[in-house]
Protein backbone atom coordinates (compact mmCIF):
# COMPACT_ATOMS: atom_id res chain seq x y z
CA UNK A 1 0.00 0.00 0.00
CA UNK A 2 1.68 2.89 -1.00
CA UNK A 3 1.29 6.73 -0.06
CA UNK A 4 0.67 7.91 -3.78
CA UNK A 5 -2.07 10.71 -3.49
CA UNK A 6 -2.59 9.77 0.06
CA UNK A 7 0.12 12.78 1.42
CA UNK A 8 0.09 16.35 0.12
CA UNK A 9 2.17 19.64 0.30
CA UNK A 10 0.12 22.43 1.81
CA UNK A 11 2.73 25.01 2.74
CA UNK A 12 6.00 26.46 0.56
CA UNK A 13 7.91 29.19 1.92
CA UNK A 14 11.05 30.80 1.38
CA UNK A 15 13.28 33.57 2.47
CA UNK A 16 15.27 36.76 0.68
CA UNK A 17 17.98 35.53 -1.33
CA UNK A 18 21.30 37.40 -0.91
CA UNK A 19 25.28 36.92 -0.69
CA UNK A 20 24.96 37.97 2.78
CA UNK A 21 22.21 37.33 4.85
CA UNK A 22 23.19 39.22 8.75
CA UNK A 23 21.69 36.05 9.87
CA UNK A 24 22.47 32.75 11.60
CA UNK A 25 21.44 29.89 9.18
CA UNK A 26 18.84 28.67 12.35
CA UNK A 27 16.92 32.26 11.43
CA UNK A 28 16.96 31.45 8.06
CA UNK A 29 15.20 28.41 8.59
CA UNK A 30 13.00 29.45 10.81
CA UNK A 31 11.78 32.35 8.64
CA UNK A 32 11.67 30.58 5.87
CA UNK A 33 9.34 28.09 8.52
CA UNK A 34 6.43 30.83 9.14
CA UNK A 35 6.76 31.34 5.64
CA UNK A 36 5.43 28.37 4.72
CA UNK A 37 3.31 27.74 7.65
CA UNK A 38 2.02 31.06 6.92
CA UNK A 39 1.43 29.69 3.44
CA UNK A 40 -0.51 26.70 4.59
CA UNK A 41 -2.44 28.20 7.07
CA UNK A 42 -1.18 25.82 9.57
CA UNK A 43 0.01 27.17 13.24
CA UNK A 44 3.21 26.31 14.58
CA UNK A 45 1.86 23.93 17.17
CA UNK A 46 0.54 21.27 15.40
CA UNK A 47 3.74 20.34 13.58
CA UNK A 48 4.60 17.45 14.94
CA UNK A 49 7.50 16.54 12.61
CA UNK A 50 10.99 17.77 11.49
CA UNK A 51 13.20 16.89 8.57
CA UNK A 52 16.63 18.55 7.60
CA UNK A 53 19.07 18.29 5.26
CA UNK A 54 21.67 16.81 7.25
CA UNK A 55 24.55 19.15 6.75
CA UNK A 56 22.14 22.19 8.10
CA UNK A 57 23.83 23.43 10.95
CA UNK A 58 20.66 23.88 13.26
CA UNK A 59 19.70 20.62 14.67
CA UNK A 60 15.81 19.90 15.23
CA UNK A 61 15.55 20.21 18.71
CA UNK A 62 16.47 23.77 18.63
CA UNK A 63 14.20 24.63 15.13
CA UNK A 64 11.07 22.72 17.65
CA UNK A 65 12.27 24.65 20.74
CA UNK A 66 11.77 28.30 18.50
CA UNK A 67 8.74 27.01 16.76
CA UNK A 68 6.94 25.92 19.81
CA UNK A 69 6.00 22.51 18.91
CA UNK A 70 4.68 21.25 21.54
CA UNK A 71 5.19 17.52 21.01
CA UNK A 72 7.66 16.43 18.49
CA UNK A 73 6.61 12.69 17.51
CA UNK A 74 9.00 12.50 14.69
CA UNK A 75 11.72 13.38 12.88
CA UNK A 76 14.60 12.57 10.68
CA UNK A 77 17.45 13.12 8.21
CA UNK A 78 18.38 11.49 4.85
CA UNK A 79 22.34 11.48 4.73
CA UNK A 80 24.36 11.83 1.65
CA UNK A 81 25.01 15.19 -0.07
CA UNK A 82 23.22 18.22 -1.09
CA UNK A 83 21.10 16.02 -3.19
CA UNK A 84 18.35 14.75 -0.44
CA UNK A 85 15.47 17.12 -0.94
CA UNK A 86 12.86 14.42 -3.01
CA UNK A 87 14.22 11.44 -0.22
CA UNK A 88 13.28 13.70 2.52
CA UNK A 89 9.82 14.10 0.54
CA UNK A 90 9.59 10.46 0.64
CA UNK A 91 10.61 9.70 3.83
CA UNK A 92 7.90 12.15 5.17
CA UNK A 93 5.48 11.11 2.89
CA UNK A 94 5.98 7.49 4.05
CA UNK A 95 6.00 8.54 7.73
CA UNK A 96 2.37 11.14 7.50
CA UNK A 97 1.05 7.49 5.48
CA UNK A 98 2.28 5.14 8.20
CA UNK A 99 0.89 7.47 11.13
CA UNK A 100 4.05 8.47 12.58
CA UNK A 101 3.08 12.19 12.17
CA UNK A 102 0.38 14.22 11.02
CA UNK A 103 2.07 17.66 10.22
CA UNK A 104 5.92 17.30 8.77
CA UNK A 105 7.97 20.60 7.85
CA UNK A 106 11.01 19.90 5.94
CA UNK A 107 13.55 22.76 5.85
CA UNK A 108 16.87 23.71 4.51
CA UNK A 109 18.49 27.37 5.91
CA UNK A 110 22.05 27.79 4.56
CA UNK A 111 24.77 31.14 4.54
CA UNK A 112 25.96 29.32 1.35
CA UNK A 113 27.86 32.39 -0.08
CA UNK A 114 28.91 34.67 3.95
CA UNK A 115 29.49 31.25 5.59
CA UNK A 116 31.00 27.46 4.17
CA UNK A 117 31.17 27.76 0.25
CA UNK A 118 30.49 24.54 -0.98
CA UNK A 119 32.86 25.11 -3.98
CA UNK A 120 35.65 25.81 -2.01
CA UNK A 121 38.25 22.50 -2.12
CA UNK A 122 39.93 23.84 1.30
CA UNK A 123 35.45 23.61 2.79
CA UNK A 124 34.60 20.85 1.69
CA UNK A 125 38.11 18.71 0.61
CA UNK A 126 39.06 15.69 3.12
CA UNK A 127 42.54 16.43 3.13
CA UNK A 128 44.36 13.60 1.17
CA UNK A 129 42.11 11.99 3.70
CA UNK A 130 39.85 8.54 3.21
CA UNK A 131 38.92 8.22 -0.60
CA UNK A 132 40.62 11.87 -0.70
CA UNK A 133 43.97 10.03 -0.47
CA UNK A 134 43.43 8.78 -4.25
CA UNK A 135 42.27 11.93 -5.63
CA UNK A 136 43.14 15.15 -3.97
CA UNK A 137 47.10 14.88 -4.13
CA UNK A 138 45.99 15.24 -8.10
CA UNK A 139 44.05 18.25 -8.02
CA UNK A 140 40.79 16.55 -7.67
CA UNK A 141 39.47 18.42 -4.39
CA UNK A 142 35.81 19.53 -4.66
CA UNK A 143 32.37 18.68 -6.16
CA UNK A 144 32.65 20.53 -9.16
CA UNK A 145 35.68 18.52 -10.01
CA UNK A 146 34.18 14.86 -10.03
CA UNK A 147 31.70 15.84 -11.69
CA UNK A 148 33.30 17.75 -14.53
CA UNK A 149 35.06 14.66 -15.21
CA UNK A 150 32.13 12.34 -15.31
CA UNK A 151 30.62 15.42 -18.03
CA UNK A 152 33.79 15.63 -20.12
CA UNK A 153 33.50 11.61 -20.74
CA UNK A 154 29.75 12.06 -21.32
CA UNK A 155 30.21 15.00 -24.11
CA UNK A 156 33.08 12.16 -25.33
CA UNK A 157 30.18 9.37 -25.29
CA UNK A 158 27.20 11.28 -26.58
CA UNK A 159 28.52 14.05 -28.43
CA UNK A 160 26.78 16.81 -26.36
CA UNK A 161 28.87 20.19 -26.38
CA UNK A 162 29.46 23.00 -24.20
CA UNK A 163 27.26 24.91 -26.50
CA UNK A 164 24.33 22.84 -25.66
CA UNK A 165 24.95 23.60 -21.75
CA UNK A 166 24.76 26.77 -22.74
CA UNK A 167 21.22 26.50 -24.34
CA UNK A 168 20.06 25.66 -20.90
CA UNK A 169 21.34 28.28 -18.95
CA UNK A 170 20.25 30.47 -21.16
CA UNK A 171 16.85 29.32 -21.02
CA UNK A 172 16.81 29.08 -17.07
CA UNK A 173 17.54 32.77 -16.73
CA UNK A 174 14.82 33.65 -19.13
CA UNK A 175 13.01 31.80 -16.17
CA UNK A 176 14.75 33.88 -13.71
CA UNK A 177 13.83 37.17 -15.49
CA UNK A 178 10.69 36.57 -14.81
CA UNK A 179 11.04 35.95 -11.00
CA UNK A 180 11.55 38.74 -8.76
CA UNK A 181 13.18 36.39 -5.86
CA UNK A 182 15.86 35.43 -8.86
CA UNK A 183 19.33 36.34 -8.00
CA UNK A 184 19.99 37.05 -11.45
CA UNK A 185 15.93 38.52 -11.81
CA UNK A 186 17.50 41.58 -13.76
CA UNK A 187 20.50 40.28 -15.33
CA UNK A 188 20.15 39.01 -18.71
CA UNK A 189 22.26 35.98 -20.12
CA UNK A 190 23.32 34.89 -23.97
CA UNK A 191 24.51 32.17 -25.62
CA UNK A 192 27.46 34.21 -26.55
CA UNK A 193 28.05 35.24 -22.31
CA UNK A 194 28.05 31.86 -21.71
CA UNK A 195 30.32 30.42 -24.37
CA UNK A 196 32.51 33.45 -23.44
CA UNK A 197 32.60 33.20 -19.43
CA UNK A 198 35.60 31.99 -17.91
CA UNK A 199 36.36 28.38 -17.51
CA UNK A 200 35.99 27.13 -14.07
CA UNK A 201 36.86 23.70 -14.22
CA UNK A 202 36.88 22.45 -17.40
CA UNK A 203 34.49 21.67 -19.09
CA UNK A 204 32.64 23.88 -16.55
CA UNK A 205 31.97 27.74 -17.34
CA UNK A 206 31.11 29.86 -15.01
CA UNK A 207 27.92 29.82 -16.30
CA UNK A 208 27.55 26.26 -15.80
CA UNK A 209 28.29 25.95 -12.62
CA UNK A 210 25.24 27.16 -9.71
CA UNK A 211 25.15 30.07 -7.39
CA UNK A 212 26.22 30.79 -3.95
CA UNK A 213 23.53 31.46 -1.92
CA UNK A 214 22.15 33.01 1.77
CA UNK A 215 18.71 31.88 2.11
CA UNK A 216 16.16 29.65 3.61
CA UNK A 217 13.26 26.86 2.00
CA UNK A 218 11.17 25.17 3.95
CA UNK A 219 7.87 22.41 2.64
CA UNK A 220 4.65 21.44 5.00
CA UNK A 221 2.80 18.04 4.46
CA UNK A 222 0.07 16.64 5.69
CA UNK A 223 -2.87 13.77 5.04
CA UNK A 224 -4.57 14.29 1.62
CA UNK A 225 -7.49 14.44 4.13
CA UNK A 226 -5.86 17.27 6.16
CA UNK A 227 -5.41 19.26 2.81
CA UNK A 228 -8.68 19.48 1.80
CA UNK A 229 -9.63 21.04 5.21
CA UNK A 230 -7.24 24.03 4.14
CA UNK A 231 -8.68 25.13 0.97
CA UNK A 232 -5.98 25.81 -0.92
CA UNK A 233 -4.91 24.59 -4.56
CA UNK A 234 -4.30 20.48 -3.79
CA UNK A 235 -0.78 19.17 -4.11
CA UNK A 236 -0.81 15.45 -3.75
CA UNK A 237 2.39 13.92 -4.02
CA UNK A 238 2.12 11.39 -6.48
CA UNK A 239 4.62 9.24 -6.22
CA UNK A 240 8.60 9.60 -4.58
CA UNK A 241 11.80 7.72 -5.21
CA UNK A 242 15.18 7.35 -3.91
CA UNK A 243 18.18 5.84 -6.18
CA UNK A 244 21.70 5.43 -4.49
CA UNK A 245 24.35 3.43 -5.04
CA UNK A 246 23.99 0.22 -7.68
CA UNK A 247 24.73 -0.42 -11.45
CA UNK A 248 24.85 2.13 -13.74
CA UNK A 249 23.18 5.61 -13.13
CA UNK A 250 20.66 6.41 -10.04
CA UNK A 251 18.28 8.10 -12.28
CA UNK A 252 17.92 5.30 -14.74
CA UNK A 253 17.27 3.11 -11.84
CA UNK A 254 15.04 5.59 -9.76
CA UNK A 255 13.06 6.73 -12.72
CA UNK A 256 11.59 2.98 -12.80
CA UNK A 257 10.75 2.80 -9.07
CA UNK A 258 8.79 6.59 -9.53
CA UNK A 259 6.95 6.20 -12.83
CA UNK A 260 5.99 2.58 -11.68
CA UNK A 261 4.63 3.88 -8.37
CA UNK A 262 3.16 6.87 -10.54
CA UNK A 263 1.19 4.61 -12.99
CA UNK A 264 1.96 7.43 -15.67
CA UNK A 265 4.48 7.49 -18.66
CA UNK A 266 7.42 10.30 -19.40
CA UNK A 267 4.68 12.29 -21.73
CA UNK A 268 2.40 12.63 -19.32
CA UNK A 269 4.77 15.25 -17.27
CA UNK A 270 3.70 18.84 -18.19
CA UNK A 271 7.16 20.73 -16.04
CA UNK A 272 10.22 19.68 -14.49
CA UNK A 273 12.51 20.83 -12.16
CA UNK A 274 15.92 19.41 -11.92
CA UNK A 275 18.80 20.18 -9.53
CA UNK A 276 21.52 21.98 -11.38
CA UNK A 277 24.07 22.59 -9.12
CA UNK A 278 26.15 22.68 -12.35
CA UNK A 279 24.03 22.72 -15.47
CA UNK A 280 25.34 20.10 -18.15
CA UNK A 281 23.82 17.79 -15.64
CA UNK A 282 20.17 18.78 -16.17
CA UNK A 283 20.66 17.95 -19.98
CA UNK A 284 22.17 14.22 -18.88
CA UNK A 285 19.15 13.86 -16.08
CA UNK A 286 16.35 14.70 -19.27
CA UNK A 287 18.02 11.90 -20.77
CA UNK A 288 19.03 9.05 -17.56
CA UNK A 289 14.94 9.85 -16.41
CA UNK A 290 13.94 9.20 -19.94
CA UNK A 291 12.15 12.42 -20.91
CA UNK A 292 14.66 12.14 -24.28
CA UNK A 293 16.86 10.26 -25.87
CA UNK A 294 18.85 12.82 -26.80
CA UNK A 295 18.43 16.57 -24.86
CA UNK A 296 21.25 18.55 -27.72
CA UNK A 297 18.28 18.63 -30.24
CA UNK A 298 15.80 19.47 -27.38
CA UNK A 299 17.29 22.65 -26.10
CA UNK A 300 18.62 23.36 -29.85
CA UNK A 301 14.58 24.15 -30.53
CA UNK A 302 14.04 25.92 -27.50
CA UNK A 303 12.11 23.08 -25.72
CA UNK A 304 13.23 23.60 -22.55
CA UNK A 305 11.23 27.21 -22.56
CA UNK A 306 8.69 27.75 -20.34
CA UNK A 307 6.07 29.01 -23.01
CA UNK A 308 7.12 27.45 -25.98
CA UNK A 309 9.56 24.50 -25.21
CA UNK A 310 7.72 20.81 -25.38
CA UNK A 311 9.01 20.48 -21.55
CA UNK A 312 9.62 23.37 -19.92
CA UNK A 313 12.67 22.65 -17.58
CA UNK A 314 13.82 24.83 -14.42
CA UNK A 315 11.23 27.82 -14.57
CA UNK A 316 12.23 29.43 -11.43
CA UNK A 317 15.83 29.88 -13.08
CA UNK A 318 17.34 26.87 -10.58
CA UNK A 319 20.55 27.15 -9.08
CA UNK A 320 22.00 28.54 -12.30
CA UNK A 321 20.30 31.73 -12.32
CA UNK A 322 17.32 32.16 -9.29
CA UNK A 323 19.25 30.55 -6.04
CA UNK A 324 21.52 27.19 -4.29
CA UNK A 325 19.51 26.14 -2.12
CA UNK A 326 20.45 22.26 -2.69
CA UNK A 327 16.81 21.62 -4.10
CA UNK A 328 14.30 22.79 -1.72
CA UNK A 329 13.68 25.85 -3.98
CA UNK A 330 13.13 23.26 -6.84
CA UNK A 331 10.39 21.49 -4.58
CA UNK A 332 8.97 25.12 -4.17
CA UNK A 333 8.61 25.97 -7.62
CA UNK A 334 7.01 22.44 -8.00
CA UNK A 335 4.79 23.34 -6.14
CA UNK A 336 4.16 26.22 -7.47
CA UNK A 337 3.52 24.83 -10.84
CA UNK A 338 0.92 22.76 -9.97
CA UNK A 339 -0.75 25.59 -7.74
CA UNK A 340 -0.81 28.10 -10.92
CA UNK A 341 1.36 30.38 -8.61
CA UNK A 342 4.40 30.70 -11.01
CA UNK A 343 6.53 33.53 -12.25
CA UNK A 344 7.06 31.22 -15.58
CA UNK A 345 3.66 29.49 -15.21
CA UNK A 346 3.15 26.61 -17.36
CA UNK A 347 -0.05 25.76 -18.71
CA UNK A 348 -2.44 23.31 -17.38
CA UNK A 349 -0.09 21.63 -15.22
CA UNK A 350 -1.13 18.19 -13.87
CA UNK A 351 1.97 16.36 -13.56
CA UNK A 352 5.06 18.50 -11.82
CA UNK A 353 8.42 16.59 -11.73
CA UNK A 354 11.16 17.07 -9.02
CA UNK A 355 14.62 15.81 -9.22
CA UNK A 356 16.64 17.04 -6.22
CA UNK A 357 19.94 15.70 -7.24
CA UNK A 358 21.47 13.69 -10.23
CA UNK A 359 18.94 10.86 -9.99
CA UNK A 360 19.50 10.06 -6.58
CA UNK A 361 15.93 11.05 -5.71
CA UNK A 362 12.67 12.25 -7.16
CA UNK A 363 9.08 13.26 -6.90
CA UNK A 364 6.22 13.45 -9.09
CA UNK A 365 3.05 16.13 -7.80
CA UNK A 366 -0.28 16.03 -9.08
CA UNK A 367 -2.92 18.49 -9.07
CA UNK A 368 -5.54 16.92 -7.02
CA UNK A 369 -9.38 17.76 -6.80
CA UNK A 370 -9.96 19.74 -3.55
CA UNK B 1 54.32 19.37 -26.62
CA UNK B 2 57.85 18.81 -26.48
CA UNK B 3 59.65 20.12 -23.42
CA UNK B 4 56.43 20.63 -21.28
CA UNK B 5 56.82 19.16 -18.11
CA UNK B 6 53.65 18.57 -15.41
CA UNK B 7 54.95 20.53 -12.10
CA UNK B 8 52.96 19.18 -9.07
CA UNK B 9 51.26 22.28 -7.28
CA UNK B 10 53.71 21.70 -4.03
CA UNK B 11 50.54 22.82 -1.96
CA UNK B 12 48.13 19.81 -3.07
CA UNK B 13 47.11 17.36 -0.01
CA UNK B 14 49.55 14.62 0.51
CA UNK B 15 47.77 11.06 0.36
CA UNK B 16 46.63 10.25 4.27
CA UNK B 17 45.18 7.02 3.12
CA UNK B 18 43.19 4.70 5.78
CA UNK B 19 44.20 1.64 6.89
CA UNK B 20 43.10 -0.65 4.26
CA UNK B 21 44.36 1.65 1.63
CA UNK B 22 48.24 2.17 3.51
CA UNK B 23 49.56 -1.09 0.91
CA UNK B 24 48.34 1.01 -2.01
CA UNK B 25 51.06 3.50 -0.98
CA UNK B 26 53.48 1.41 0.08
CA UNK B 27 53.79 -0.38 -2.99
CA UNK B 28 54.63 2.80 -4.87
CA UNK B 29 57.44 3.85 -2.54
CA UNK B 30 58.84 0.27 -4.28
CA UNK B 31 57.86 1.75 -7.52
CA UNK B 32 54.92 -0.35 -7.66
CA UNK B 33 51.07 -0.14 -9.34
CA UNK B 34 48.89 -2.66 -7.17
CA UNK B 35 44.98 -2.96 -6.97
CA UNK B 36 43.10 -4.49 -4.40
CA UNK B 37 42.55 -7.78 -5.50
CA UNK B 38 39.82 -10.38 -4.51
CA UNK B 39 41.50 -14.08 -3.11
CA UNK B 40 38.26 -15.46 -3.65
CA UNK B 41 36.91 -14.87 -7.12
CA UNK B 42 39.76 -12.31 -8.36
CA UNK B 43 38.02 -9.52 -8.97
CA UNK B 44 40.04 -6.04 -8.55
CA UNK B 45 38.26 -2.82 -7.03
CA UNK B 46 39.56 0.55 -7.04
CA UNK B 47 39.86 2.35 -4.10
CA UNK B 48 40.03 -0.77 -1.93
CA UNK B 49 37.24 -1.68 0.33
CA UNK B 50 36.53 -4.21 2.93
CA UNK B 51 34.43 -6.69 1.11
CA UNK B 52 34.41 -7.87 -2.18
CA UNK B 53 31.22 -6.22 -3.97
CA UNK B 54 31.27 -9.20 -6.25
CA UNK B 55 31.56 -11.97 -3.73
CA UNK B 56 31.53 -10.76 -0.30
CA UNK B 57 34.72 -12.25 0.62
CA UNK B 58 36.88 -10.19 2.92
CA UNK B 59 40.29 -11.72 2.01
CA UNK B 60 42.27 -9.48 -0.14
CA UNK B 61 45.54 -9.42 -1.75
CA UNK B 62 47.73 -7.07 -4.01
CA UNK B 63 47.61 -7.51 -7.67
CA UNK B 64 50.92 -5.40 -9.63
CA UNK B 65 49.27 -3.93 -12.63
CA UNK B 66 51.15 -3.42 -15.66
CA UNK B 67 50.79 0.02 -15.69
CA UNK B 68 49.52 0.70 -18.93
CA UNK B 69 46.22 2.13 -20.29
CA UNK B 70 44.37 5.27 -21.79
CA UNK B 71 42.54 8.59 -20.36
CA UNK B 72 39.48 7.70 -19.48
CA UNK B 73 38.15 11.29 -19.13
CA UNK B 74 40.14 14.59 -17.67
CA UNK B 75 39.39 18.07 -16.36
CA UNK B 76 41.37 21.07 -16.20
CA UNK B 77 41.11 23.47 -13.33
CA UNK B 78 41.38 26.96 -14.31
CA UNK B 79 40.06 28.36 -11.32
CA UNK B 80 41.92 28.32 -8.11
CA UNK B 81 38.78 26.35 -6.09
CA UNK B 82 41.39 25.40 -3.16
CA UNK B 83 44.48 27.37 -2.32
CA UNK B 84 47.22 25.08 -3.22
CA UNK B 85 46.17 25.68 -6.99
CA UNK B 86 46.59 29.50 -6.74
CA UNK B 87 49.54 30.23 -9.32
CA UNK B 88 49.55 26.98 -10.59
CA UNK B 89 46.21 26.90 -12.90
CA UNK B 90 45.88 25.45 -15.58
CA UNK B 91 45.87 22.01 -14.20
CA UNK B 92 45.29 19.05 -15.86
CA UNK B 93 43.84 15.73 -14.26
CA UNK B 94 43.06 12.64 -15.60
CA UNK B 95 41.31 9.42 -14.59
CA UNK B 96 43.11 6.38 -16.26
CA UNK B 97 41.60 3.23 -17.39
CA UNK B 98 44.18 0.45 -16.62
CA UNK B 99 44.64 -2.43 -19.42
CA UNK B 100 43.79 -4.56 -15.99
CA UNK B 101 40.17 -2.65 -15.83
CA UNK B 102 40.28 -0.25 -12.27
CA UNK B 103 40.34 3.37 -13.06
CA UNK B 104 42.93 5.46 -10.88
CA UNK B 105 43.13 9.27 -10.68
CA UNK B 106 46.14 11.18 -12.05
CA UNK B 107 48.39 13.28 -13.64
CA UNK B 108 50.09 13.25 -17.09
CA UNK B 109 53.86 14.19 -16.84
CA UNK B 110 54.40 15.11 -20.77
CA UNK B 111 51.27 16.01 -21.73
CA UNK B 112 50.18 20.08 -21.46
CA UNK B 113 46.75 20.92 -19.92
CA UNK B 114 45.42 21.86 -23.51
CA UNK B 115 46.79 18.93 -25.43
CA UNK B 116 45.28 16.10 -23.28
CA UNK B 117 42.50 13.65 -25.01
CA UNK B 118 40.10 11.14 -24.05
CA UNK B 119 41.67 7.59 -25.03
CA UNK B 120 45.81 8.75 -24.99
CA UNK B 121 47.47 5.73 -24.24
CA UNK B 122 49.41 6.33 -21.35
CA UNK B 123 52.10 4.22 -19.01
CA UNK B 124 52.71 4.74 -15.21
CA UNK B 125 55.79 6.37 -13.75
CA UNK B 126 56.93 6.96 -10.41
CA UNK B 127 57.29 10.47 -8.92
CA UNK B 128 58.65 10.90 -5.53
CA UNK B 129 56.72 14.26 -4.24
CA UNK B 130 58.33 14.47 -1.29
CA UNK B 131 60.33 12.71 1.30
CA UNK B 132 58.44 8.77 1.56
CA UNK B 133 55.57 10.01 -0.25
CA UNK B 134 55.48 8.61 -4.22
CA UNK B 135 52.41 8.88 -6.32
CA UNK B 136 51.63 7.00 -9.65
CA UNK B 137 51.72 9.21 -12.48
CA UNK B 138 51.61 8.76 -16.19
CA UNK B 139 53.04 9.15 -19.14
CA UNK B 140 51.97 9.43 -23.28
CA UNK B 141 53.31 6.09 -24.49
CA UNK B 142 54.42 5.00 -27.50
CA UNK B 143 51.04 2.39 -27.69
CA UNK B 144 48.65 3.78 -30.45
CA UNK B 145 45.75 5.86 -28.68
CA UNK B 146 42.36 4.33 -29.11
CA UNK B 147 39.24 6.42 -29.84
CA UNK B 148 37.22 5.09 -27.80
CA UNK B 149 38.25 3.24 -24.42
CA UNK B 150 35.60 1.52 -22.92
ZN1 LIG C 1 35.46 -11.69 -4.62
Redesign the pocket.
Known amino acids: MSFSNAVAIVGVGETDYSRASGRTELALSLQAIRAALDDAGIEPREVDGLMKWWVDTSTEAEVAANLGIPDLAWWGEVNQAGNVGAPLVAHAAAAIHAGLANVVVIYRGVNGRSGRRYGRGDVTGQGGRGVGAFTEPHGLLTPQHGLAMVARRRMHDTGIASRHFGMQAVAQRRHANRNPRATFYGRTLSLEEHQASRLIVDPFHLFDCCLETDGGGALVLASADRARELGKPLVLIRAAAQSGPGVGSPAVRGAKRLFDMAGIGRGDVDVIQIYDHFGPFVLFALEDYGFVDDAAPLVEEGGTDFDSGRLPVNTSGGHLSEAYLQGINHLIEATRQVRGESTAQVRDVRFSFCDTGIGTGSVILERGES | MSGWRFERPPNLPLPRPTEEAQPFFNALKERRLVVQC?S????LQHPPRAM?G????MTFHWEEMSGKGCVYSYVVTHQAVHPALAGHTPLATVEVELAEGPRITSNLVDVPPEAVKIGMAVEVVFERVVAGVVLALFRHSGAADSAISN
Open positions: CNCGACSCQS
